[in-house]
């Protein structure tokens, strides 16, 4: 069996000119003494050689833990005059660099191993972690050691990925950037702005290839700080666009739209028999639920008096049960099981008003938001949260009784809304189902303004899923300027202000797609940092994880 003074010299970091004075292991703390071991030193300034020991002096630091035990060193160096006469230092200790930084409180092997958990878990949970590994620090040690890494800048990338992300919902939002070949991050900006894309920009003609969204402030920045740069519109925005204008144009034709039926509603004739719906589970009664709680708390109550009286002690039973040691002593010295004082029902203010609720219910009117309304008219003080829990519970009493859901329920209508409209045409044709194109081309025979965008739209949408090219974009762009539906007139408009970077989105195969992820690796990372994450902090962690 090898020593302890051996285990220690194996363990403890003592080939960098130390020796191994003394080894002291208490219950919970390890404590040894290392004295340094070469002739002399060089001074931290001029670098010049001294071997004129000044006097001795303690470092005291710690170490990597041994198990659960903490290690604490007690490190002996000595102070040399510096005998350069130009120096500004007169005195100096000696150094050891691959040991300890100076001033330092911890080894460099503790403190890289801190800074990799202050990196992957930030402050609180990363202090809590290593508290837990016997390396107790504080949480702004480790968002320290964080602000003081410096994070090797990633390469120029050839193809970047610009796209924004929320500091603040709605408020505040920075810029993203990421490498489209290399798949990770690049750097983050503090805000979208034109200027702050552009500064970045200008430090790196290297770029070749910009895939952004359709925002101006970054097609403006890309082609001021890149202007050489290939602009690439992202094709999922171009989609979005499209099904925006689309919906829109549908919109105007609500009305005989609705007459079309929804492809994924079975048709039912007057004549035959309503779909039966299945009931809802019934929610047990207040009496049955403090009956079931009752119950428990008996079970629970011959349990701890049984073994109580057989010997076993308070805090031995609080262990086994994991339960809190008032409710263990009262259980077990009491002679029967403590019942639970009866409260009485408080007043509900929505009491009142039920009738009216109800009467309304019964003549059809099952809107929530209407019914609140109403008995707000009435004096109600209550938010809607209390209406929708009672009109919810209405539903469910009905499930449970389709005998009366059928006779007192009209057959909603299933008519096909200007988003499922959208949504036939944006769906790829080889997806469709045969009812959802039956029910598109029921679409096109409504009106003319709704064929034309019907067949405009599937156009556009085989442009970027083909990658037809110029040609066929611009000639795309012509159409729907000339077609006189409004809606695709002013897209096709809005398309001309940024009509390079469209033709290349139809051109090439860059895409926006991996840089959206990263933006919700982004959010998963800030809300672990608990929201309001500084920017530095954030921007750091994700540059040291990439």
Request: net charge positive; proline share 7%.
């Amino acid at each position: 069996m090898p020593s302890t003074r051996n285990l220690a010299t194996n363990l403890l970091p003592t080939d960098d000119g130390l020796r191994l004075d003394d080894v002291s292991i208490g219950p919970d703390q390890i404590v040894a003494t290392l004295e340094a071991t070469a002739s002399r030193s060089t001074c931290p300034i001029c670098d010049t050689w001294s071997e004129a020991v000044h006097s001795l002096y303690q470092r005291t630091i710690a170490d990597l833990p041994w198990g659960r035990q903490t290690v604490r060193l007690h490190l002996r160096v000595r102070k040399f005059f510096c005998r350069q006469p130009t120096c500004s230092r007169r005195v100096f200790t000696e150094r050891l660099p691959s040991m300890v930084a100076p001033y330092a409180r911890r080894t460099r092997r503790l403190t890289e191993i801190v800074r990799l958990l202050a990196f992957a878990l930030g402050g609180e949970p990363g202090a809590r972690i290593v508290e837990r590994l016997g390396m107790a620090t504080s949480p702004a040690t480790l968002l320290r050691l964080i602000r003081r890494t410096a994070v090797v800048a990633a390469p120029t990338p050839r193809a970047l990925g610009v796209d924004d992300w929320a500091q603040r919902k709605r408020h505040t939002y920075g810029t993203i950037l990421i490498d489209l070949e290399e798949h990770r991050l690049v750097d983050l900006l503090p805000d979208r702005t034109a200027d702050a894309l552009a500064s970045w920009l200008q430090d790196r003609p290297e770029i070749e290839v910009i895939s952004r969204d359709r925002s101006g402030a970054y097609a403006d920045g890309a082609a001021r700080g890149a202007p050489d740069a290939m602009q690439v519109a992202d094709r999922f925005h171009l989609t979005r666009n499209l099904g925006e204008s689309l919906d829109r144009c549908f919109n105007r034709y609500r009305s005989v739209i609705k007459e079309i039926e929804r492809p994924d509603v079975p048709h039912r004739t007057e004549d035959e028999t309503p779909i039966p719906i299945r009931p809802a589970p019934p929610r047990p009664s207040l009496e049955a639920e403090q009956e079931r709680k009752r119950a428990a708390r008996q079970s629970r109550y011959m349990l701890i008096r049984e073994c109580y009286l057989k010997g076993a002690s308070i805090s031995e039973l609080t262990r086994e049960l994991k339960l809190n040691w008032k409710t263990v002593r009262k259980y077990a010295q009491a002679d029967q099981c403590p019942e639970r004082a009866l409260r009485p029902p408080r007043p509900r203010l929505l009491t009142p008003y039920e009738p009216h609720l109800l009467r309304r219910w019964a003549e059809g009117c099952h809107n929530g938001v209407r019914l609140y309304r109403e008995i707000a008219a009435q004096g109600f003080s209550g938010s809607r949260i209390h209406v929708a829990r009672f009109v919810a519970q209405l539903r469910r009493d009905q499930l449970a009784n389709p005998a009366t859901t059928a006779s007192a329920t009209p057959v909603p209508s299933q008519g096909l809304t200007p988003r499922d409209a959208t949504w036939l045409v944006i769906r790829s044709a080889l997806e469709r189902t045969p009812a959802e194109q039956t029910t598109l081309d029921q679409l096109t025979q409504l009106a003319p303004d709704l064929e034309r965008a019907v067949v405009l739209g599937e156009r556009f949408l085989a442009l970027l899923r083909q990658r037809q090219g110029d040609l066929a974009c611009d000639q795309w762009v012509t159409d729907a300027a000339t077609s006189g539906v409004p809606e695709l007139r002013r897209f096709a408009i809005k398309l001309k202000q940024d009509l390079s970077a469209v033709r290349a989105a139809c051109r090439e195969a860059w895409s926006n797609g991996q840089t959206e992820g990263h933006v919700h690796k982004l959010k998963l990372l800030k809300r672990s940092m608990y929201g309001p994450a500084k920017f530095d902090l954030l921007r750091l962690r994700l540059l040291h994880a990439a």
